[in-house]
């Protein structure tokens, strides 16, 4: 909307926002939808092991020092985590605690919201999903506004913010005062390592076509597509 105000286009401003409401409920419902089952199973696993640690495996170790043999390594390992367990749980319970609290503390500070925004791009699967939205959304915003004639450092300043990561609103803002001393589009969004290869290289033919509008939009288009075929693939999982 903020766009559309710079742009005076508030028609292809809600069918994007409708379309990006639209792509990410469908999204996130899908990677959430596939994220049920290894959770439950994660969770099955956990609370089984922790029965066996506390309940089943101590009376085993009873029944072996009553035989008085060696037992092999794996075996004395697995014995002695019952030990562990027993020693340390109120530590381990408290150093989940402490990590869930840290985790909420942090989303409440900028540095803590960086922090966790770059850990979330390194998650498997999931942080490759988010960058291409993250992506997707900054080519689909900026197309606009340079379609509009928006000056394109203030142009920066909106499509970064479309994209909803600290990450990528920090690096872009960077890259943006190259822009303005004449650096061109590229080379300074190459400079953030954010953007994909294929993006950079888009950008670069925008620029040397003088049709960055156009290369933004199929970018957008592109990126969109990728974004549907990972998220299908990533629920079949």
Wanted: net charge neutral; proline share 5%; glycine share 6%.
């Amino acid at each position: 909307l903020a766009s559309a105000e710079k742009s005076g286009d508030l028609p292809t401003a809600l069918g994007n926002l409708n379309s990006y409401i639209d792509r990410d409920l469908k999204s996130l419902r899908a990677i959430r939808s596939a994220m049920y089952y290894p959770i439950i199973l994660i969770g099955l696993t956990i609370a089984s092991l922790t029965l066996m640690t506390l309940l089943v495996l101590p009376r085993f170790k009873v029944f072996f020092a009553s035989l008085d043999a060696t037992l092999p390594l794996t075996t004395r390992i697995l014995l002695g985590s019952t030990d562990f367990v027993k020693a340390w749980y109120p530590l381990l319970i408290s150093l989940a605690v402490a990590f869930v609290a840290a985790v909420m503390i942090a989303s409440t500070n900028k540095k803590g919201q960086m922090f966790l925004d770059k850990a979330k791009f390194r998650l498997p699967i999931i942080g490759g999903l988010v960058k291409l939205i993250a992506v997707e959304r900054f080519c689909r915003v900026l197309a606009t506004l340079v379609k509009a004639q928006i000056p394109l450092p203030e142009a920066l300043d909106y499509a970064s913010k479309a994209t909803g990561s600290p990450l990528f609103i920090e690096r872009i803002g960077a890259a943006k005062q190259e822009v303005i001393q004449g650096a061109g589009l590229a080379a300074p969004l190459a400079e953030t390592e954010v953007f994909p290869t294929i993006a950079i290289q888009i950008f670069e033919i925008g620029e040397e076509s003088g049709q960055l509008d156009s290369q933004l939009a199929q970018a957008s288009n592109y990126y969109g597509d990728e974004l549907d075929h990972k998220v299908k693939n990533f629920t079949s999982l």
